[in-house]
């Protein structure tokens, strides 16, 4: 630590005041003890202290420095001090818990907080700030606690001493050191994610390959990226990856990217791609962020592409990216990007692997539709075929021989596949013989069988009766709807004082 004020150092609350910052005491959490520090007329030359506050060296709180002025890389990762060596700063600060906690520099910038996507939350849950891998903070409503002062006490630290680790004035603040800083995330972040055996070359390769395809970065860039990551998360042999980038864009070499990364990692492409696109990196797989699938018969799927969502009615059409863009075309009315097929399959598999799946009732199913169009044929035809001067009970099987054949006895239903077949005709639907069958079988509890009229055998379905009365295909019940019309009207006639139809109604 540097300990006196010979080197331009401030270290006392008049100090910086003197340098031309604004001071603002806390109380020993943290929290400005001043209303309006943020505002425009606050001056901390007015603020009423006690008299030696502003001069004393080892001052008895928290207090800290607005940031209208200043940029505070504050830094919530510790490995990512590692990788620091690439940034040239005048202002550096911490704390003897954590050295280099802080970068100062002069200028102004957008606040930004670097953080790990979500799928990474097991690799990152142990350090103190999680996913938070830097705060880039500025901005006349925020403020830092610098070198003077104490840091606040925390709930599971005491306070410590901030001081200077490092200091030869402010250095300007610009793009530059912006987008070096996202680099030195992103090699963080893939340090901590650093495999520990096994798949390191592939990890690497595929690194070094989105660079490649994905950026200007020369092959020179690519392989020290490559060499430094390596070497400061533990390999035994980094040089082996120092020419990475050189043979990433040889064209006889086999080539990595975003799909092999994501896979090593067990994660999305968009999740890698969301990683990369701190240094600029767009990539097609990082624009399929979520697959649907709905439990009804055939499937249907959605499939979220940026920010909108396309219907896929033929589980075919995703194995086909050709056809997948045609649907982008049409949904979206934008150009698809280029896939290579065998991205899309890898794609495609980790789009699976998270699938999101989602019941639905069967009237949104084709098949429940039909099913459903099945179990109100057969009832209806129950209802007809019935002469109510007759026992209901009488076997009325002959009835089967009909064009319709329908009929109802012993407790089943009986019915031909052709009259079936008809039925759906009639309202313009149709269904492959085999899968009627099918659904009759698997649905319905249907069982083949022969009935003999006039010496001759008629083959038919021959199905239990509660398998049709209380089918999940079922959607009206006509008994709901007589009690329904008859409460209905009771009401209106009480309103009016009369039958709705102008005269007595036995209904």
Known sequence: MINNFTDGAPRT????????????????EGVPIIKGWDKDLYDSKKITVPADYMEKKN???????????????????????????????????????NPISHLLFEGVTEYESVVVPQAFEKHFKQFPHGRVLLDIRHGQDRFTYVPGGLRPHKKNAGAEVLDWIHFTGFMKYDTRTNALMKEICLKTALSVLFPATG??????TAIAGIFAKHTDWTDEKINQFCFDLAFKSGSDNPSRYASKGTDARKPDNKHFGIPKLAEVLEVTPADVSKLFAWVGVKDASAMFSDLVVYN???????????????????????LSYTKVKVLILETCMEEPPEVLPKDWKVIRMQLLQNVKKEDAPPD????????????QFLQKRREHSIDYDMDKHEDRRFQIASSWGCAFAERHYWVKTEAIINDLKKDRLSLDVRKIAHLLRTEFNAEQTKVTIDKKEIRCWK??????????????????????????KKEKEEALGHSIYGKKDNY
Request: charged fraction near 30%; include cysteine.
């Open 296 to 318: 009804t018969d055939p499937k249907q799927w959605r499939l979220k592409f940026k920010d909108k969502w396309i219907d896929i009615w033929d589980t075919s059409i995703l």
């Open 59 to 97: 001052i008895p709180g928290v207090w800290g420095v607005r940031l209208e002025k200043l940029v505070d890389l504050d830094i919530d990762n510790p490995i990512l001090q590692k990788f620091l060596g690439d940034i040239i700063c005048g202002a550096k600060f911490g704390r003897k818990s």
């Open 463 to 488: 199905i239990p009766e509660d398998m049709v009365d209380g089918s999940r295909f079922t959607n009206n019940d006509t008994e709901a709807f007589a009690n329904g019309w008859r409460k209905f």
């Open 364 to 375: 949104s199913s084709y098949y429940g539709v039909i099913a459903g169009m099945i179990a």
């Open 199 to 204: 798949q390191r070359d592939v990890f690497i």
């Open 13 to 28: 609350a008049k100090e910086w005041q003197d340098l031309g910052y604004e001071v603002i005491p806390c109380n020993s």
